[in-house]
């Protein structure tokens, strides 16, 4: 009979459940958050939620291979201070949280993790923690993605405005399907959509694809938020988040299936020839 765990929540099951869970539970995801501004009409805990919903929804699906840990619900959101509300870690600060908590799941056996963020603001704290804990940990499969970057195919066909990003309709969408109780719909307003609403530096940072110029978002736009959230449908969050957790489900089978890493041999000594 198939082993099937209470929950695939880690915080909300007893060391013995969890002791019995761990040998059918090769994966634990990660997920981080953020609490920040979102425009007028989105709640600071979207990213969050995005990254939590992501979570459970792979793991039920993928039940009993995948434990997911407590969300961290603060990120790196320096760019999002100067609006009343939003809390923020340093990178560095960040980068150790995940550092440490990674190193707690390899202590209790765990050689397959998937850290999941659903705040791009987290990226370069988590490719650095990642870095890390794949040169400590030599015999552990470690990767990280965002959210919506695993969509970026969908999200180029299903987005209107050309300068999008951040509580714009497509983060929208995912939260109205997420969790409605996040949006609220008559304070949806059109942020910074075009080129033409942005100011010099931020119309400079946006025209040149791979080159970064980050700006924090009170210059960017006035309101908070890029693209249109009026555009927003629950019916398109479904499908971006459903194919993101297709795509993620996908890519840990395959990790489950891959070969343990092998711990790192010791450096060679090289014997150098002299004259």
Known sequence: MTYLPRTHR??????????????????????????????????????TARAEAVADMVARRMSPQVVVT???????????????????LSPVTLQQIVVELVTSLHRHGWRRIFVLTGHGGNNAAVDVAVSRLRAEFTDTHIAW???????????????????RGHSCEIETSQALYVDPELVLPDRLVRGSATLDDLDPAGRLARSHPGIQFPQGYDALSRTGNLGDPRLATAELGALLVDAVVDRVCDFLTGLIGLPDRSPAPPPAHIALETS
């Open 10 to 47: 880690l915080a909300d099951l007893t060391w013995p459940e969890i002791d019995e869970l761990r040998p059918h539970a090769p994966v634990a995801i990660v997920p981080l958050g953020a609490t920040e501004q979102h425009g007028l009409g989105m709640a600071q805990r979207t990213d």
């Open 145 to 163: 993605s965002g959210v919506t970057p695993v969509v970026s195919d969908l999200v180029k066909q299903n987005s209107d405005s050309p300068v």
């Open 70 to 88: 407590p969300t961290i619900p603060v990120g790196m959101s320096e760019h999002h201070m100067a609006f009343p509300g939003t809390l923020t």
